[in-house]
């Protein structure tokens, strides 16, 4: 399989493929991926730059691929900004640099712990109990945090909201006019006069 059809199987946004090892006992797919994009946003005064201070090496794990475990050695530079001299590190957004794991491993790892246990997970993904844990609270945390930033009180009317605004208004002189019994009160009104 060339380098390319390995980003597709791999699927992963804002990386390309760049080797392709297996580990000696066969078990293991090592990966190289590199970052796409080569400007970062300096995130003290904002200015985009290039200017590439290092790159470094971040060992990642990534969901199985055919039944074998997916190591990505991933690329981390460090940036320096060309107007307030700044240094900071830009690592894909697909990756949990301080959990070694990929955003949608921790999601499915997640995922397994609500539909299971902590240990059942441990032991899907080859991790420690320790490192489930730590990993299953920064991803509830994210998506409490997610919910509460989509959740905003409604400020102002949708398309929907003004349309039964504007009927209501149309329809107010006939306000007046008696509503019509339904087919199915009549009869129940007329059982309790007879009796
Ligand atoms: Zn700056």
Not at 64 to 78: A, H, N, P
Not at 131 to 159: D, H, M, N, Q
Request: charged share 25%; aromatic share 4%.
């Amino acid at each position: 399989m060339d380098l390319a059809t390995w980003a597709q199987v791999l699927g992963l946004p804002g990386v390309e493929v760049v080797a392709v090892e297996r580990s000696a006992d066969g078990k293991t797919w090592l990966l190289s991926v590199i970052q796409t994009c080569c400007v970062a946003l300096c995130p003290g005064c904002k200015e985009a730059t290039g200017c590439r201070h290092l790159v470094r090496w971040a060992m990642i794990q990534d969901l199985f691929i055919s039944g074998r475990e997916v190591l990505l050695k991933v690329q981390v530079i460090q940036f320096q900004c060309e107007r307030c001299g700044k240094f900071f590190s830009v690592c894909p957004a697909c990756v949990l640099e301080d959990r070694h794991v990929t955003v949608r491993l921790a999601e499915a790892l997640t995922d397994c712990v609500n539909a299971s246990t902590l240990r059942t997970a441990s032991a899907t993904y080859h991790l420690p109990e320790s490192t489930v844990k730590e990993i299953f609270e920064e991803i509830i945390e994210r998506r409490c945090a997610e919910k509460a930033r989509t959740l905003k009180p409604i400020a102002k009317l949708g398309i929907d909201e003004i349309h039964v605004e504007v009927h209501a208004t149309a329809e107010e002189p006939a306000a007046t006019v008696q509503p019509v019994a339904t087919p199915t009160a009549a009869p129940a009104e007329a059982g309790e006069k007879s009796g």
